[in-house]
């Protein structure tokens, strides 16, 4: 403890809250833990909130400074501060707590399991009433420290003396029930009302034999940070900063000061201060628990009697692998398997494929299609097992990229589900392990441009005006990574263009962007990992206490992803696609429809007619290979096997694109260019891809034939090249590998090409293991797509939202596939979308469901269909009103969607009826079913009502109705060219197109380019915008649901596309007549033209 | 258009007025403003016989003068008003007008009014319908709850919209109770008021509302005043020192002041259910007073004003509901110079009551005023002088109509004396009673706030008074070094400064302390993050 005579004295600080007491401290845990390590504490103790949620990230600031040397013996100590009651509105120098700190690994599971229970009543509002807490039979308090800041009830009571005597009553409690290892915080913050509880602290200690401790009950790690402090009460509240004054801390003491200031502060308590010297240091002495000690073992219950986990993974690998390969097992995966399961052996990770060979089998067992992907696939276990689907023995496939010896780290098998069936899944997880001890993993949200700026300009009352203007500019995705200030500054630009009337001079621009600035990565709140999970073989609390999460039935561990592997704890990855659902849901209709049962494994893998249709792009609705980019690239990559496919799967990704991959590859594979090698020893790494170097393992391969890298060092090459910098650790690495590659005779052109491509990893790459796997599926989507079309497009109308392509563009292609589709009705559709048998023919026709139709409930929607089955169908309207027992709002969703046209009744006449839904049972002496006279739908009407009620129309095309009726651009519609025949036109010849925007892309690696997909009448039209040509039209581009665009084609190998250079406006001059001509006042063609929000675009930006 | 010579006569104006509505005055005594709108209704059906005559010498119909007189009368270029035979109607032409800018006066019958109202849209329809509601709920109408309107108005929204119908027009053939069995009665009451196409086909005297409610607003013509349903009367208080013809006092047609004679027996025509809220001039009660010889001592002054305010008081004209917030007291010196000395009561005065005590309150807050005025206009005279009076005037200029429920709170049932009291204490004092109290902010010159702090959680911020002076300096001072000079300070607390204030998230702190200077004055100063001194209270 510090003495005023020591010149470095030392120091350890018992409370400190980082930002993980969520919008309460205002420092990062490793800027707390900096900034103690530099003032030369002895120790410092994180006492967050109701919860572990820093402590990961203090002790990983630790470990940091510890591995450089810089750590000056500092010591952590793990704790938390509880809330008492639910008092988390007021104050925090108010509120009812108590902290509590772990002395050893059985204190820090105390500690855990008192946060678990503190949560249990929800998400928010965390507290356990004292007394439950001394609560002999329920918890128990072994090496559990606990200490009383010099705040809370008494204090909000003023210390009066009853206050004194309630907060005696209850130490004596605490006393009674922690001992010696209760003690009492004092704290000195240079103000009257903070140290007006000290004298009465002392009496009390004097009085219980209670000893002190000094702390400065730290909310923030420098006195710079008192503003984001007080912003943060702000935002808590919800109110502007200058109405909570009652809630900040009234000057910047609650920081880490230095020890010998602190010495001088509390020297004139005297023999106190020493006493609390000697306490402080006894404390220290008696903790002995550090986060290093956490342990993690896998669940045991899977083995069998007589096994041990490695023992039992050998024996099913081998059984699953003879089952596999029918006895007989290939020789490449016999030595494959022993390698591997040596391996696992040596690292203990036996458990790990257990437990998710355990998963998978479950998910089977209950017909929920999976698969594993990422480096998984590179394992011949994980494919025996039926984990991952990917054979390898048919591929180079390199396991260091999943497990090395070096590294040690648990591997990463990332297993994806059916998304509709993922939930069930993840329940029977907690089912399976128990709640104790299966959880997610939590996911940290925090501050990012758009909600720092939001958050701050609303806790500093700027108006909502502004706070709309600033959102409005950071919604843009160029903007939306740019700093504070930027966004500001176009803020300003924006509102002023909008004519904004409010004063820019009161808004206080420069306060506002320096404080969002200050505030950008501040944990808001906690999340939920997008499938990661946990499960252990003994209570979670051992490792960290649990919460609820916001989404039903689902718990967390209070750790991040990043916690959780800096503290070597496994994770399984349980996610989640769609196409998994919509291969099933295929499978279940071919086999009802067509008689066949399919499987993934059942699918013939070389047939031709689906590489046919594949290498002509006509991929709509198939899995990866549908994007613009994809489909721009098939006709020239031709792929003709899986392997090709996955080389078109993982080469249209930023990787290789910003790595300059994809044109050699092109042309080596049209033979344009020689395929050769920069060194004789990279052919078998480069052979199939033809000396292009397009995937992870490649690089890794290459580190490790000519770098001088070992397996582990070209792990750790991989692993940082998600976070690529020339700065920092991988600088080293980087240097090395040069260094190598030079030595061992690499061209310098090849080394910077990898160099390069390294880079592009940074943004996104695929591993070749991971890329098979995603090519599996999309050879079976395209290959149930090329033979089952039907049922292809309806298991995917089913399995929405997902994909590329909405519902519109989907059914658009099937009907340019030849397909029928009928629309929604009232007696023929379901709530899904079906299949009918065409009258007189095997073909199949689409009845779109009732799934489609906006604002239609499930509930009803299906109680209608099992009411239609039971009575037989409706004969009349009326029928349907009575028996069909809707309420308003479902039944004009069914008018709105044209599903009662069946009965003769028109949409607007039937939308009328259903206002009145609540009259239906006087439907014999009311006006109730009697269609109202209403003028018919024009045909621009029928469009419109179509896209707002189900996303689609089955009328005429809205593109077709705008050429022929509409028509209000300045070039005339003779000019136009129909998206069917852009093939046929010569390239670099200036074409001008009319078509309804269906996506926008603007991925980053493409500098500001825009890609566009239009779709008139005849096809779909893919459109690239540069970047001066976007900011000239942005508007146009960005806001309207229709493009007239001129621009020059660029014809290749079939796949096409248009440059634009100009973007024409739709003119009301042309199609506005008179004003108060009714037809022009109700539905004016042009106005339609001028449409924003027809149909929801799928935008990436 | 009110050109042709058989334009029907317009009963109801909707006339686009941004500022004062006094000037309707001229057309009718019946006005109202339209809530949320910058629309006049005008009831012209109380003067028509006075327009007739006019018009008649004029050699014009009454349309025509009104369509003349109006532009004059608004002395506007651009005139926008619509006139028809119900407020609702001649409001939804207004409305269609506003929406495509059409300015002139247009009748809801004439071709071009007709074309313009069928361009009305959906959401200028609704925007009219929220407005009569606010005037629906100010009235407290039975039977209408403003939740369930706003949320059958968003169910009318969103059904036009399914159905692709932009204005009324495409439902012109709907009958009211289509309207109110999908979106309920108000909406079928609407739609009743707006749909009939034929003037011939307009119930105007029949009830529109078939269930609910069965007398919906105030029948006037049929239901004496007695039995009327009580309602609230709406109450605009003046500006304290303002007046004149630009305030404005809002009541129900028949809310206490007496009909003006040309209005005495309502018209029968007045359409039943409508929510008009008339908006009426102010009138002023005046005393004037000529004295045989020239005063100027308030003690002398005194009696002869308590004769006048008893005069006032009994003045015809003033009615048990009105209360007096300011009176005028024009004197006129024997130099025959006028002087205004204003009479402002901080709450709503009863001067009836004040007569019981003499004009106690209502004489002491005029003495107050006076002796300001007399200072004032001695001081302006650069006269030592007392200023002789000879004669004065004293008129009623603030009055208030207060609200029914008010009654109690000025002692009229007996309860709340204590409240009476005090208000009447507050209306007696030359100042204002001003409280305090402290609030949980650590700044000390913000950590005391008129009364009516929110907090009721103020446990440290009472220790921080025990700390603290009781008396601050405004601003803080700047202590000189001379002044520090041998000067000791005790240390007491440390404060950051409002930092969103300075707008400088880095801004600075001050460190209060103790200072006993040399002249043995306790000082509270404070030192700020520069070093700078400053004095910023005294201890007793």
Redesign the interface.
């Known amino acids: 403890m510090a003495s005023s005579a020591d010149a470095s004295p030392g120091w350890n600080e018992w409370i400190a809250h980082t930002n993980f007491s969520f919008l309460t401290g205002a420092s990062h845990p490793a800027e707390v833990v900096e900034r103690a390590v530099a003032l030369g504490y002895k120790g410092l103790a994180i006492t967050d909130f109701d919860g572990a949620y820093g402590l990961a990230r203090s002790f990983r600031a630790l470990e940091r400074l510890r591995k450089d040397g810089r750590d000056g013996g500092m010591r952590l100590f793990y704790g938390a501060e509880l809330h008492l009651a639910r008092d988390h509105e007021?104050?925090v120098?108010?509120r009812d707590t108590i902290i509590l700190i772990a002395q050893s690994h059985r204190g820090y599971f105390n500690l855990c399991r008192l946060l678990t229970e503190a949560h249990r009543g929800g998400k928010n509002g965390a507290h356990l009433p004292l007394m439950e807490i001394l609560d002999e039979k329920a918890f128990d308090l072994e090496d559990l420290v606990a200490i009383q800041p010099m705040r809370g009830r008494a204090?909000?009571?003023?210390?009066t003396p009853a206050a004194e005597l309630e907060l005696a009553a209850r130490c004596a409690e605490v006393k009674r029930r922690f001992g010696p290892r209760f003690h009492l915080a004092l704290s000195r913050?240079?103000?009257?009302?903070?140290d007006?509880g000290l004298q009465p602290t002392l009496r009390l200690a004097r009085a219980l034999d209670v000893p002190c401790l000094l702390s400065q009950d730290v909310f923030f790690h420098h006195p710079?940070r008192?503003?984001?402090s007080?912003l943060l009460h702000a935002i808590r509240c919800n109110r502007p900063?200058?109405e909570v004054?009652?809630q900040?801390?009234?000057?910047?003491?609650r920081s880490l000061r230095d020890p010998a200031g602190l010495a001088r502060l509390y020297a004139d308590l005297g023999p106190v201060q020493k006493a609390a010297q000697a306490a402080s240091a006894a404390l220290s002495a008696s903790i002995h628990f550090d986060l290093k000690e956490l342990t993690y073992r896998y669940p045991q219950e899977m083995l069998p009697e007589g096994h041990t986990s490695q023992s039992y993974l050998e024996e099913l690998s081998w059984a699953s692998a003879k089952e596999r390969f029918g006895g007989n097992v290939p020789e490449k995966i016999v030595t494959l398997l022993q390698h591997e399961l040596t391996l696992v052996g040596q690292l203990g990770f036996a458990d790990y494929f257990v437990t998710v060979w355990d998963i998978v089998r479950w998910a089977r067992s209950q017909h929920i299609l999976c698969q594993g992907r990422g480096s998984a696939a590179n394992s011949a276990v994980c494919y025996v097992l039926g984990i991952t689907a990917v054979d390898v023995s048919e591929h180079e496939m390199l396991f260091e990229r999943f497990i090395s010896v070096e590294r040690g780290d648990p591997p990463d098998i990332d297993v994806d589900f059916e998304h509709e069936r993922r939930e069930e899944v993840i329940q029977y997880i907690y089912r399976r392990f128990g709640r104790d001890r299966a959880a997610m993993v939590a996911n940290v949200i925090t501050f990012e441009s758009r909600g720092a700026l939001r958050a701050v300009g609303k806790a500093?009352g700027v108006a909502e005006v502004w706070l709309g203007a600033t959102s409005q500019v950071l919604g843009l995705r160029e903007l939306r990574q740019s700093e504070p200030d930027d966004a500001l500054g176009e803020a300003k630009k924006i509102a002023a263009q909008k004519g904004v009337a409010e004063d820019p001079a009161t808004v206080?621009w420069?306060?506002w962007g320096?404080?969002a600035a200050?505030l950008h990565g501040f944990p808001r709140h906690l999340g939920i990992h997008s499938g990661g999970f946990i499960v252990t073989d003994r209570a979670l609390e051992w490792l960290a206490p649990r919460e609820p999460a916001t989404m039903e039935n689902r718990t967390v561990v209070q750790w991040c992803k990043e916690d959780i592997e800096a503290l070597d704890i496994f994770k399984i990855d349980i996610l989640a696609l769609g196409m998994l659902t919509a291969i099933r849901k295929c499978f279940t209709l071919v086999k009802d429809h067509y008689g066949k049962e399919l499987t993934i494994a059942a699918i013939p893998v070389l047939d031709q007619p689906t590489y046919d249709m594949i290498c002509r792009a006509d991929t709509v609705g198939t899995f990866q290979v549908e994007s613009r980019a994809q489909m721009s690239m098939l006709p020239r990559l031709k792929p003709r096997n899986l392997y090709e496919l996955a080389i078109e799967v993982a080469i249209v990704r930023p990787g290789p694109i910003q790595g300059k991959m994809v044109h050699p590859f092109l042309r080596r594979r049209t033979g344009v260019e020689k395929i050769d090698y920069p060194d004789p020893r990279l052919e078998p790494i480069l052979k199939r891809t033809m000396g292009v170097p397009i995937f992870q393992e490649q690089v890794m391969r290459i580190a490790m034939e000519v770098g001088g890298f070992s397996p582990g060092e070209s792990n750790e090459l991989r692993r940082h090249m998600g976070s690529f910098t020339m700065k920092g650790d991988l600088s080293g690495m980087i240097g090395k590998l040069e260094q190598g590659m030079r030595k061992n005779g690499l061209g310098e052109e090849f080394i910077a090409r990898l160099m390069e491509q390294i880079k592009g990893f940074s943004h996104y790459g695929f591993p070749e293991s991971h890329a098979i796997s995603f090519a599996l599926l999309a050879y079976v989507s395209s290959y149930l797509k090329q033979h089952y079309p039907a049922a292809f497009f309806t298991a995917l109308l089913n399995s929405q939202p997902m994909g590329f392509y909405t519902p519109h563009a989907l059914l658009q292609t099937a009907q340019h596939l030849g397909l029928e589709v009928r629309p929604p009705c009232a007696l023929r559709s379901r709530w899904e979308t079906t299949l009918e048998r065409r009258n007189g023919e095997r073909a199949h026709a689409i009845r779109v469901g009732l799934h489609l139709v906006s604002s239609l409930r499930e509930e009803s929607a299906r109680l209608l269909v099992e009411r239609r089955d039971r009575a037989g169908g409706f004969g009349t309207l009326e029928e349907l009103l009575r028996q069909g027992r809707l309420g308003r709002v479902d039944l004009?969703a069914l008018?709105?969607a044209d599903a009662l046209k069946i009965f003769g009744v028109s949409r607007?006449a039937a939308?009328?009826i259903a206002?009145?839904a609540?009259?239906t049972e006087f439907l014999e002496d009311?006006?109730?079913a009697q269609p109202?006279?209403?003028?018919p739908?024009s045909p621009w009407?029928r469009a419109?009502?179509d896209f707002?009620?189900l996303g689609t129309t089955f009328g005429r095309h809205p593109t077709a109705l705008l050429r022929e009726q509409g028509w209000c651009y300045r070039p005339k519609t003779h000019t136009l060219t129909p998206a069917a025949k852009l093939t046929q036109v010569r390239s670099g010849r200036n074409v001008v197109v009319f078509g309804m925007v269906l996506v926008r892309q603007m991925p980053p690696e493409a500098k500001g380019v825009m890609f566009a997909t239009l779709e008139d009448d005849t096809g779909l039209i893919n459109l690239i915008f540069h970047p001066q040509v976007r900011q000239r039209f942005r508007a146009l581009i960005d806001g309207l649901t229709f493009l007239c665009v001129e621009g020059r084609i660029q014809n290749q190998d079939g796949a096409y596309s248009i440059l634009v250079q100009t973007v024409h406006a739709p003119s009301l001059s042309a199609a506005e007549v008179v004003?108060?001509r009714?037809d022009a006042?109700?539905?004016p063609a042009a106005s339609l033209a001028q449409e924003r929000h027809l149909v929801n675009s799928r935008d990436y930006f | 258009m009110l050109t042709a010579a058989d334009a029907p006569w317009p009963r109801y104006l909707a006339v686009e007025l941004s500022g004062d509505g006094a000037r309707l005055l001229a057309l009718s005594p019946w006005l109202m403003r339209w809530e949320g709108e910058v629309l006049w209704l005008v009831d012209l059906t109380p003067c028509r016989r006075y327009w007739e005559t006019l018009a008649e010498r004029a050699g014009r119909t009454a349309a025509e003068l009104v369509r003349e007189l109006l532009p004059r009368l608004l002395g506007e270029d651009l005139v926008r008003a619509a006139s028809a035979d119900h407020p609702w109607r001649a409001l939804l032409l207004a409305r269609a007008m506003g929406e495509?800018k059409v300015g002139g006066i247009l009748d809801w019958d004439a071709p071009f009014g007709k074309?313009?109202r069928?361009?009305l849209t959906w959401s200028g329809w609704l925007a009219l319908a929220k407005s009569c509601a606010v005037h629906l709920q100010s009235l407290h109408q039975k039977r209408f709850g403003a939740q369930r309107f706003a949320q059958q108005c968003r169910?009318l929204e969103?059904?036009m919209?399914?159905?692709?119908?932009?204005?009324p027009?495409?439902?012109a053939?709907?009958?009211a109770?289509?309207f109110r069995?999908?979106?309920g009665s108000w909406i079928g009451i609407f739609w009743e008021w707006g749909a009939p196409r034929d003037p011939a086909s307009v119930p105007r005297t029949a009830a529109p509302l078939p269930r609910d409610p069965a007398a919906p607003f105030f029948p006037r013509a049929s239901v004496p005043r007695s039995q009327a349903p009580r309602r609230p009367h709406l109450m605009l208080i003046p500006d304290a020192v303002g007046g004149g013809a630009s305030e404005e006092t809002e009541a129900p047609r028949d809310a206490g002041l007496p009909p003006r004679e040309d209005v005495a027996a309502p018209s029968p025509s007045r359409e039943p259910g409508f929510p008009w809220l008339a908006w009426l001039p102010r009138t002023t009660p005046e005393r004037p007073r000529h004295l045989d010889f020239p005063l100027w001592r308030w003690d002398d002054l005194a009696p002869l004003l308590a004769e006048d305010l008893a005069a006032l008081g009994v003045d015809p004209r003033w009615q048990p509901e009105e209360r007096v917030t300011e009176l005028v007291w024009q004197l006129t010196l024997n130099d025959l110079s006028e002087i205004a000395v204003s009479v402002v009561f901080r709450h709503p005065h009863d001067l009836r009551k004040d007569a019981a005590s003499g004009f106690r309150i209502t004489l002491l807050q005029a003495s107050y005023a006076f002796e300001d005025a007399m200072r004032h206009a001695r001081r302006h005279r650069e006269s030592e002088v007392e200023l002789p009076i000879t004669s004065w005037s004293v008129r009623v200029a603030g009055r208030i109509v207060t609200l029914t429920t008010w009654a109690d709170l000025f002692g009229e049932a007996g309860s709340d004396t204590d409240l009476v009291r005090l208000l009447e204490i507050e209306n007696a004092l030359a100042v204002g009673l001003e409280r305090y109290t402290l609030?949980?902010?650590?700044?000390p010159e913000?950590s005391y706030v008129r009364a009516a702090s929110t907090?009721t959680?103020l446990?440290?911020?009472?220790?921080?008074a025990?700390?603290r002076p009781l008396f601050y300096t405004v601003t803080p001072v700047p202590l000189t070094a001379a002044e520090l000079r041998g000067s000791r300070q005790l240390?007491?607390?440390?404060?950051?400064t409002?930092?969103?204030?300075a707008?400088?998230?880095?801004?600075g702190?001050r460190?209060y302390y103790q200072l006993l200077d040399r002249e043995g004055r306790y000082l509270w100063a404070f030192r700020d993050e520069q070093g700078a001194w400053f004095k910023h209270g005294l201890f007793g």
């Open positions: 007021l104050p120098v108010w204090r909000r009571a003023g210390w913050h240079l103000h009257p009302s903070e007006e710079d008192k503003s984001l007080d900063v200058g004054t009652a900040h801390f009234p000057n910047a003491e500093l206080p420069g306060l320096e404080l200050r004009t008018a709105a607007r939308l009328w206002e009145a609540a009259f009311a006006d109730v109202a006279e209403l003028p739908e009407e419109t009502a707002k009620a004003p108060l009714r006042l109700i539905s | 495509r074309a313009l069928d361009a169910q969103g059904a919209a399914r159905l692709g119908a932009r204005g027009l495409m439902l053939g709907e009958e109770m289509a069995r999908r979106f609030t949980a902010d650590w700044l913000s907090s959680e446990a440290d911020w009472v220790t921080l025990r700390r240390f007491l607390e440390r404060v950051a409002k930092w969103w204030e707008g400088n998230p880095d801004s702190r460190d």
